[in-house]
Antibody
Framework: EVQLVESGGGLIKPGGSLRLSCAAS????????MTWVRQAPGKGLEWVAR??????????DYAAPVKGRFTISKDDSEPTLYLQMNSLKTEDTAVYYC??????????WGQGTLVTVSS | QSVLTQPPSVSAAPGQKVTISCSGS????????VSWYQQLPGTAPKLLIY???KRPSGIPDRFSGSKSGTSATLGITGLQTGDEADYYC????????????FGGGTKLTVL
């Protein structure tokens, strides 16, 4: 069974940085495409970033609101997915979920980690 | 404003059937698979339907999915109080830089 466990969320001031982690187990992580999805309080789901597997070229995509500020990466040896978030804004406040991206769907989800950007 | 359009809410009585629609365009639903997610209160979303109609193991056959043209539908039969949740559709969009687009979500109330 796939397990994804996020960590690293917290309260941070605008302009600050935070790194989220997602520890993965129960899957061949080196072959996995991984995605970050966020959900602002009381709002719907918003795709944030995706990283393909090394065999697929490790291609990376970002949503427009986070491009240039967020960096997604994965360490296949750990195996862990990361999201480095810089220049944080109040509108980045959300629960951040890591998910597997396979069979044209987001198959497995972590429990989420809350990021609050506030002064 | 979400790329995919869902009704904000639907409701039905226990034991009844409900459908949730998801409307898109030729660049997203029209040419890509649709998936559906259930988010129970206070929990993470869970995959319900993938590739338009397929159910992951463990998902009861009370849940069904279909797609026609640029719209998709989630059906739930034999409604239970435990089905009260937010439901989201999602797909790829070939015209945007974002690989994934979501519907705004539909809150299901089982009266």
């Amino acid at each position: 069974e796939v397990q994804l466990v996020e960590s690293g969320g917290g309260l941070i001031k605008p302009g600050g940085s935070l790194r989220l982690s997602c520890a993965a187990s129960g899957l061949t992580f080196s072959n996995a495409w991984m995605t970050w999805v966020r959900q602002a309080p009381g709002k719907g789901l918003e795709w944030v970033a995706r990283i393909k597997s090394k065999p697929s070229g490790e291609e990376i995509d970002y949503a427009a609101p986070v491009k240039g500020r967020f960096t997604i990466s994965k360490d296949d040896s750990e195996p862990t997915l990361y999201l480095q978030m810089n220049s944080l804004k109040t509108e980045d406040t959300a629960v951040y979920y890591c998910t597997t991206d396979r069979d044209s769907s987001l198959n497995s989800w972590g429990q989420g980690t809350l990021v609050t950007v506030s002064s | 404003q979400s790329v995919l359009t869902q009704p904000p809410s639907v409701s039905a009585a226990p034991g009844q059937k409900v459908t949730i629609s998801c409307s898109g365009s030729s660049s997203n639903i029209g040419r890509n698979y649709v998936s559906w997610y259930q988010q129970l209160p206070g929990t993470a979303p869970k995959l319900l339907i993938y590739e338009n109609y397929k159910r992951p193991s463990g998902i009861p056959d009370r849940f069904s999915g279909s797609k026609s043209g640029t719209s998709a539908t989630l059906g739930i039969t034999g409604l239970q109080t435990g089905d009260e949740a937010d439901y989201y559709c999602a797909t790829w969009d070939s015209s945007l830089t974002d690989p994934w687009v979501f519907g705004g979500g539909t809150k299901l109330t089982v009266l």
